[in-house]
């Protein structure tokens, strides 16, 4: 076998499309304008920093020392940006932290650490209406913390018995509107009335109104539910088994049978007003509102009984005040918010949530948002670059983007002092 070199062949040409199409949007001007002033004396502006840092995305690598350990070579002739090292990126975005805020609850003596960044937060809505997310007010907003495992020095355990941090997280469709971290000890139900006023206030800075609101159960909280009713049209909690919610359950009596694969579930509904007895305790019975609960229960394997409906279920329910959808409406509507795991599960092995660079929590929170960033970016290009290259289609994770499109050689020339890139091989893409 005869070996010809040829020197400046770029493998991951593809990428050149994906700048360009930065550039076109204006995200360097996005981020000059909303991002600290940086002298004209450095090296790398923020354009520079946050192209080279979303292009270790955009070409396959996991963790930032990737930009000089297997990128820096092929990424220097780029016209759009310069390639600075980890240790620069790195540097640049110690500085955008702000000191970690400390809360404690009413009745615990635990501290809470938090990392918020309004400055990023703001930064990402703004770049998602230049992504064409629209100030319309029938977005769907769906809420949920993850767990991201690591070892870092000032992580705590969790729940589930390892160290890390609980990031809350607001996703619309298949975009990140809100990220705040928290250390492992800040289960997701403490606080989060004060997450929630925080997310939806810099929502509706940017314009941003919302229809519908989903959560899972640690949201099922007075003072959350009686929030989120000021803020949307419609919402859709999962309900907390309680004694007062089994024995309202029992009084269910107009079951409807559904098939569900091989299984028979039973759906009902029936008026429920919630969180008296804890109303009660504050004296604020006035307070009470009376809400839809639609359940779902399902037989149990072990026959077990229930001591309050007196029969051997598995119970599920959901909190709404929507009167206008049929049951399975509700229930269908609400299990689409399982798509959440599906982006926490991408963020984390797709966009470096698994890969936390820092030692500090409200460090890695810039880290975490810049990543989500470059995953909102992503959406926004896989959808449009699938209408443009037949290989391509709007649902590809990162990866398969890749390997069809990103990994094309492709070389910088110069000519008539223009750049032009050369291509090698054919890409059926529409410049």
Known sequence: MKII????INPFGGLNFVINEFEQLGLGTLLENNLPHIVQQASYSWKDLLYSFWSIYFCGGDCIEDISLNLKEHLRDNPFFRVPSPDRILDRFKELSQTKDLFTLPRGTSLHQFG????LNE?????????NLTTTNDHILDYDNTILYTNKKDSIRTYKKGSGYCPGVGIIKNNIV???????NSAAKDLQLETLTRMFYELENQGIQIDAFRADAASYQVNVVDFISTKVN???IRACMSDALAKRISEITNWSE???GSETIFRGEIKFTPFIRSLKRKKQLHKTKEYRLVVSKIERNDKQVNLFT???YLYSAILTNDFSMSINEVVDFYNQRGAIEKEFDILKNDFGWNNLPFSKLEQNTVFLLFTAMCR????YIIERFSKRFKGLKANYRIKKFIFRFISIPAKWIKTARQYKLRVYGIIHFKT
């Open 5 to 8: 070199k040829s020197q400046r």
């Open 116 to 119: 918020l960044n309004f400055t």
């Open 123 to 131: 930064l990402n809505l703004r770049l998602l209406k230049k992504l």
């Open 178 to 184: 809100y990220v705040e971290n928290r250390n492992g």
């Open 234 to 236: 419609r919402f859709f």
């Open 258 to 260: 559904q098939r569900v």
């Open 310 to 312: 007196k029969d051997a």
């Open 376 to 379: 909102n970016l992503y959406q």
